[in-house]
């Protein structure tokens, strides 16, 4: 099957992505094109110590193999073995200040190829959406992002956004804390509904709504005045962060198991972690809050 234009259409995606974050950070994301001894590469942008964002990557790879990995196949037994292709952009932004919210967005196509010589179809699919990680909360940017998801879905049909919501919620959750990762957003896996055009358009829709949803965020927050305590708590809660992405997250282990680079693999992990033993924040403060009006199921988009 022919994937030139989601290839381009990735391509494209983090060029823009990438020249509107330098512009508020105002210091220009390094670039790092790689390639991938089993097939394909990828291209890294990634920002450290900048003014905004303490650490920040926006990754495009496309990436090729002979036999899929186990995690690719898990769902999907009938075609274990078979080569296979992956594209897509993923980006995580950690910010410098505890009261803008971590985001991560993840747009990608994968084709398991059919066999030679054995007929059959290419099989394909796409999955993505985007989720925030705020370390302390604000009604109003939860707001904004959950609305701003849902208006990315609303053209292809009224009940997705509260399925990939919740499906956002059951995925980034850390079950060995029995606690979600933040505020969630959407995600969706697996996409083969209503054929390759209505699958491609959708995760357009997501991949290109992802600046309107997080850059008003970004703007009311960058600049509020912080202290020590904030940044301490900032850092506690990042090792949630870096304890879902290295004990679920799938696409770390797919990564992983591929033979992929890893160091854009672990670029979503954030510079400064902090952990305690049984620590609880004290009730009343707004750490505390985070937990009791944040860390919960909820309908933000109304």
Request: net charge neutral; charged share 30%.
């Amino acid at each position: 099957m022919d994937i030139t234009a989601p290839r381009q259409y990735f391509l494209s995606l983090q060029e823009r992505i990438v020249e509107r974050l330098q512009a508020v950070d105002g210091r220009p994301f390094r670039r790092d094109e790689w390639t991938r001894p089993e097939g394909g590469g990828g291209i890294s942008r990634l920002i450290e110590e900048g003014a905004v964002l303490e650490r920040g990557g926006v990754n495009f790879s496309h990436v090729k193999g002979e036999k899929l990995p186990p995690s690719a196949s898990a769902l999907r037994p009938e075609i274990a073995g078979r080569a296979w292709e992956a594209m897509g952009v993923s980006l995580v932004l950690h910010p410098r200040n505890p009261y803008v919210p971590t985001v991560h967005l993840n747009v990608r196509m994968f084709v398991a190829h059919a066999p030679d010589g054995h007929g059959g179809a290419d099989a394909w699919w796409f999955g993505g959406g985007m989720d925030l990680t705020p370390y302390y909360g604000f009604e109003e940017d939860a707001v904004h992002f959950h609305r701003t998801c849902r208006d990315a879905l609303a053209p292809f049909g009224a009940d997705l956004h509260a399925k990939y919501k919740r499906w956002c919620d059951e995925y980034f959750f850390l079950r060995h804390r029995k606690e979600p990762r933040g505020v969630g957003g959407i995600f969706y896996d697996d996409l083969v509904d209503g054929g390759f055009e209505r699958c491609f358009a959708l995760t357009r829709s997501v991949g290109d709504r992802f600046l309107d949803a997080y850059l008003p965020i970004l703007d009311r927050r960058k600049d509020l005045p912080y202290g020590e305590r904030e940044r301490d708590f900032q850092a506690y809660r990042r090792g949630r962060y870096v304890e879902f992405n290295l004990v679920w997250d799938r696409g770390t282990l797919f990564g992983l198991q591929s033979n992929g680079r890893t160091e854009a693999i672990l670029m979503s992990l954030p510079p400064i972690v902090k952990w305690r033993y049984d620590w609880k924040p004290e009730p009343g403060t707004p750490e505390a809050k985070l937990y009791t009006d944040f860390l919960v199921a909820k309908d933000w988009a109304g």
